[in-house]
């Protein structure tokens, strides 16, 4: 996993690697808010369908350990927010395909509905703590999403570094044994919640495809996995050269002007 060119290291559009993002596996009226924050089971299945014939998925620490430029494009799958469907829909067809995968949980809501979006039309139940327990146990890896899931952006500084040293002890004391990884709220990095990371032994932060304010390792890359993702959309993404061609002047400049007509933040992010 790489966020930044290593001297005698590939460049952006060079990496055969990628982390993607799923959220919520299940279905929801077009028209929800949170419709691009689904996928339908049906194309959860179709699409780890494609990584099996088409690309090698490893687990998200294997891409963080080492590098591999031979070979079919790496994936490894993540879940953000810990949230039961994927228990129901996606876990039995990654068990059946023998694909590890990565979730991870905001702690304070842990067996409970997700309460951080006021503005939410769509109710969602949280993992318990058993849950995670039993997915750690069969060997997924459980992992910090923060403890409240505030945007790390705009919290004052010592409320972040508490937000995310709460989320440590939390998931050590369920999973005993401590998180490896964090993935920030929405996505977006501080300097301050990358450094809490690091003072408490984690290996590394990760990000969503959007310009960040901290690199290096607690800066990983990860690609949203959206419902606009047809299969070439599909394919693109984890090919491990997504995100140099989404940030490419091109592309910038076409998304610049088809903007004001993207209904969310999901569809891009």
Request: glycine content about 10%; charged content about 25%; aromatic content about 10%.
């Given at each position: 996993m790489q966020t930044q060119r290593a001297p005698g290291g590939p460049l952006p559009h060079e990496r055969r690697e990628a982390v993607i993002v799923y959220h919520a596996i299940g279905r929801v009226p077009r028209g929800s808010l949170h419709w691009n924050g689904f996928i339908s089971p049906d194309r959860f299945a179709a699409q780890m369908a494609y990584l099996a014939e088409h690309r090698r998925v490893v687990p998200l620490s294997e891409l963080v350990d080492t590098s591999s430029p031979n070979g079919p494009p790496r994936v490894a799958i993540t879940f953000d927010d810990g949230y039961r469907s994927a228990v129901e829909h996606a876990v039995?067809?990654?068990?059946?395909?023998?694909?590890?995968?990565?979730?991870?949980?905001?702690?304070?809501?842990?067996?409970?509905?997700?309460?951080?979006?006021?503005?939410?039309?769509?109710?969602?139940?949280?993992?318990?703590?058993?849950?995670?327990?039993?997915?750690?146990?069969?060997?997924?890896?459980?992992?910090?999403?923060?403890?409240?899931?505030?945007?790390?952006?705009?919290?004052?500084?010592?409320?972040?570094?508490?937000?995310?040293?709460?989320?440590?002890?939390?998931?050590?004391?369920?999973?005993?044994?401590?998180?490896?990884?964090?993935?920030?709220?929405?996505?977006?990095?501080?300097?301050?919640?990358?450094?809490?990371?690091?003072?408490?032994?984690?290996?590394?932060?990760?990000?969503?495809?959007?310009?960040?304010?901290?690199?290096?390792?607690?800066?990983?890359?990860?690609?949203?996995i959206v419902p606009a993702d047809v299969r070439p959309l599909f394919a693109l993404k984890t090919a491990g050269r997504y995100s140099w061609w989404r940030h490419s002047a091109a592309v910038r400049f076409v998304y610049r002007v088809l903007r004001p007509l993207v209904r969310n933040r999901w569809l891009w992010p």
């Open positions: 039995p067809v990654l068990a059946d395909a023998g694909f590890p995968a990565t979730f991870f949980v905001p702690t304070e809501w842990i067996g409970r509905a997700r309460g951080w979006d006021t503005n939410a039309d769509t109710s969602l139940e949280i993992m318990s703590a058993d849950e995670l327990a039993e997915l750690d146990r069969l060997g997924f890896a459980i992992e910090s999403h923060g403890h409240a899931h505030i945007d790390y952006i705009s919290a004052e500084p010592a409320v972040v570094e508490r937000d995310v040293r709460e989320s440590v002890v939390r998931l050590g004391e369920i999973l005993g044994h401590p998180p490896r990884f964090l993935a920030y709220p929405y996505g977006r990095a501080t300097p301050g919640a990358a450094n809490e990371a690091a003072r408490l032994g984690l290996r590394a932060a990760f990000v969503l495809d959007r310009r960040q304010h901290v690199m290096g390792r607690f800066a990983g890359e990860r690609v949203s």
